[in-house]
């Protein structure tokens, strides 16, 4: 059965992070704080 996916962008430029389980991903450069701060909350999640 083939997985099924959605593309759903953020505006240009903008912050946008996704999570989906363990994988977390950024839409671009402008992403890679945010990105970084959910990272760390995953991680603090899996060790409680």
Known sequence: ???RTA???GPDWQPKVV???RLATG??????APL???VVEL?????A
């Open 27 to 32: 839409q671009n450069p402008a992403s890679a």
């Open 19 to 21: 999570v989906d389980g």
């Open 43 to 47: 991680l603090a999640e899996r060790r």
């Open 36 to 38: 970084a701060e959910r």
């Open 7 to 9: 593309h759903r962008p």
């Open 1 to 3: 059965m083939p997985a």
